[in-house]
């Protein structure tokens, strides 16, 4: 998975030309479930706080991660927050501003309408062009 990623920083780097400077990258999961009662979720968990501590030269995510999903339980919110990560109420966080730099979302579990609704909320170059989608695929 870490050689995964830092192939995409590469190209995005080459693609920026720049390629000595490190990506600071927004953190954005959506779609994990509830910890509470999924094992998968608490391994989608683990996967976050792995990514949030990976250190490489190309890359490195923020500190504070985004997570959100509907079926999340309040004891799901606050062991996110005893994470430190953030606890998104709502999923009208997904419109992105135009001067965020990266943003990768990963969405392990989600359906076609959430990304038909990421996409078409930020449907311009600006914004489309700093976002990296890590999901499922929609065929079984």
């Known amino acids: 998975f870490q050689t995964c990623l830092e192939s995409v920083m590469q190209s995005i780097q080459e693609k920026s030309n720049n390629t000595r400077a490190l990506l600071n990258i927004k953190l954005i999961c959506l779609g994990l479930g509830s910890f509470q009662s999924s094992r ?29 999903d509907p079926v999340m339980t309040t004891m799901d919110r606050s062991v996110i927050n ?30 076609k309408s959430v990304y038909h609704q990421i996409l078409s909320s930020n449907w311009n170059t600006s914004k489309l062009s700093r976002l990296i989608i890590f999901g499922n695929r929609f065929s079984f």
């Open 82 to 111: 005893s994470l430190e990560f953030h606890a998104m109420e709502s999923d009208v966080d997904l419109v992105f501003n135009e001067n965020e730099e990266w943003i990768f979302l990963f969405m392990p579990h989600c359906g």
């Open 40 to 68: 998968n979720a608490r391994v989608q968990l683990a996967l976050t706080l792995w990514m949030r501590q990976l250190q490489s030269p190309l890359l490195q995510f923020q500190n504070i991660a985004r997570i959100y």
